[in-house]
């Protein structure tokens, strides 16, 4: 097969929508009421709490299954998809492979680390399946809190790097239920974002504003 390469023209950069957004707090500091703000969310609620709060809600059993609602989310008439949460599918993923295997270990799961192998194609393949997407992403994740580092995803940081990488935002929410961003990729005009978007801390914006009604913006 012959590739052909096309003209250069000349860059007209864009700020496109958030695609696929973080989102890390204490248990019950509001993540799932947060992302249930969201355009015709689905949650694919692997903490079950979503769907025993009344969300539209699945609770997958297997990878499979997750592959599966995501495929089939927007032919539905959904517009976000809700990873509630993150651990807890890596968790179940973990499991399936154990059983699988019959092992108690995904180091014991086969050879030569063949374990670590398959679950590592299971979580990177739901993954690649959001970013295919045409749906809104949002990854729940829990934090704990730490007295000197504050709130600390509890995600082990290999997985939270996939996700991450993929991401659009990153948003933290308080035991006070209140919702700001860590991490941005565009400078996005909070005012046109969607919900709940629109509605965001920015510490950044918040400090420039004191320091520009004090003279001193830089």
Same mark, same amino acid.
Request: charged content about 25%; proline content about 5%.
């Given at each position: ?24 707090? +204490?248990?019950?500091?509001?993540? $799932?009421?947060?992302?249930?703000? $969201?355009?015709?969310?689905?949650? !694919?609620?692997?903490? @079950?709490? &979503? ?49 699988? @295997? ?11 680390? &063949?374990?670590?192998?398959? #679950? ?10 959001? $970013?295919?997407?045409?749906? $809104? ?13 504050? !709130? ?7 997985? #939270? ?10 948003? +933290?929410?308080?035991?006070? @239920? +209140? ?26 914006? +918040?400090?420039?504003?004191? !320091? ?7």
């Amino acid at each position: 097969m012959t590739i052909r390469l096309s003209q250069y023209k000349e860059v007209h950069l864009k700020t496109p929508a958030p695609k696929s957004i973080a989102v890390y707090g +204490e248990p019950m500091a509001g993540k $799932t009421t947060f992302a249930g703000k $969201t355009d015709k969310p689905l949650f !694919l609620s692997f903490d @079950h709490n &979503a769907k025993n709060a009344g969300y539209n809600a699945v609770i997958p059993e297997t990878h499979q299954d997750v592959v599966d609602y995501i495929e089939q989310a927007p032919g539905a008439g959904y517009k976000t998809i809700i990873i509630d949460t993150a651990e807890d599918m890596a968790n179940q993923f973990e499991l399936e492979v154990l059983k699988n @295997h019959n092992a108690t270990s995904l180091k014991a799961a086969g050879d030569y680390g &063949a374990g670590f192998g398959e #679950f590592n194609k299971m979580f990177s393949n739901v993954i690649d399946a959001l $970013t295919q997407s045409p749906l $809104t992403v949002y990854y729940l994740l829990r934090a704990n809190n730490d007295d000197e580092e504050g !709130l600390v995803i509890v995600l082990k940081p290999k997985l #939270f790097n996939i996700i991450g990488g993929y991401s659009d935002a990153l948003i +933290e929410i308080n035991n006070k @239920h +209140e919702a700001k961003w860590k991490k941005k990729r565009y400078d996005w005009d909070d005012s046109q974002l969607p919900a709940p978007l629109n509605d965001i801390l920015d510490p950044e914006k +918040e400090k420039q504003a004191k !320091l520009k009604k004090l003279g001193l913006e830089k």
